[in-house]
């Protein structure tokens, strides 16, 4: 078989493959299958977004407290400055 013969037959093989897979593709069943798949990863992305924000309320809760923390503690420095300016 010359280099020519191979490359034609290599050549309508994969055009036949080609044609036959678009059709498997393209069918009800893979329709349904690529339905099903993209409800699902939507049902996924909503999960998700939906534990984001969970998060994202419980970090600024956390960082309110923090700043309150801070907020206290600096003002009872100040206080305790303020004393030990009285004494003097």
């Known amino acids: 078989m ?3 013969t191979k490359n034609l037959l ?3 093989g994969g055009t036949l493959f080609g044609s036959a897979g678009f059709r498997i593709l393209s069918s009800k069943d893979a329709r349904k299958v690529y339905t099903h798949t993209t409800a699902a990863v939507l049902r996924m992305r909503e ?3 939906d534990t984001v924000t969970c ?3 419980h970090c600024s809760d956390i960082l309110a407290d923090a700043k309150e ?3 206290k503690r ?3 420095d100040e206080c305790e ?3 030990d ?3 003097e």
């Open 2 to 4: 010359n280099k020519v």
């Open 10 to 12: 290599l050549f309508c």
């Open 47 to 49: 999960d998700v977004t």
């Open 55 to 57: 998060v994202q309320e």
């Open 69 to 71: 923390i801070n907020a």
């Open 74 to 76: 600096a003002a009872a």
């Open 81 to 83: 400055e303020v004393a």
């Open 85 to 87: 300016t009285c004494e």
